[in-house]
Each structure stands twice: as C-alpha cells, then as structure tokens.
C-alpha cells in the first residue's frame, strides 16, 4: 500500500506565506506525477499545481507568480511554497501521488488525508 501524508498547514494572515509538504511512502515501484490539490466549502475539488517525475510544473491561473511547487524524487515528498496568500486560498490542500505498486503494472492515484489552510486577518 501507499501512504500520503500532508503537513505544513495552519491560519496565517493575508499576505504571508506558508509551506506544505507531502511524502509518499509504504511499498511501490515508482512515484510519478505529485500534485496539490484544493477544495474550499462548497466547491469542487480543483487542481492548485502539479510536477512530473522529471520537474515539469502546471500551475492554476490563480496562483501563478505565488505558488511554487518542488520534489525531491529522493524522499519521495513534494513541497508547495505558498506566498502573497489571499482569503480565497483558504481551503482544505490535498496531496496526489501517482505510483505504480510493481514494474509493468497500472498508475494508481494515492490521496493524502489533507491540512486545513486558513487565510484570515
């Protein structure tokens, strides 16, 4: 099995920063794309930004030029570097690993538990 586990969440005030990172452990072949993701009360589920295995990244359109996301493919841990933060990044973040448990086997989506991020003066 594969295990997700986020940390780095908390309340910060409007214009602060916060980090998040997420690793990936248990028993597997191969991590491959990681990616944050964000749901707010009442919304959808919706991409916040994602990196492949070689560190390519996609970014959603509202935080571009404020996140950051990075991997060290080592640890199997992503990190996402949140700055400038608005009221409207307030949202439970979720982590997504990308793994194969065994060579030559199926892509998996593995989910972490999620951290609660709250941006509030």
């Known amino acids: 099995q594969v295990q997700v586990v986020e940390s780095g969440g908390g309340l910060v005030q409007p214009g602060g920063s916060l980090r998040l990172s997420c690793a990936a452990s248990g028993s597997f072949f191969r991590i491959y794309d990681m990616g944050w993701y964000r749901q707010a009360p009442g919304k959808q589920r919706e991409l916040v930004a994602g990196?492949?295995?070689?560190?390519?990244?996609d970014y959603a359109d509202a935080v571009k030029g404020r996140f950051t996301i990075a991997r060290d493919n080592a640890k199997n841990t992503v990190y996402l570097e949140m700055n400038s933060l608005k009221p409207e990044d307030t949202a439970v973040y979720y982590c997504k690993a990308v793994a194969s448990r065994y060579i030559g086997t199926s892509q998996t989506d593995y989910w972490g538990q999620g951290t609660q991020v709250t941006v509030s003066s």
């Open positions: 990196i492949s295995r070689d560190g390519s990244t």
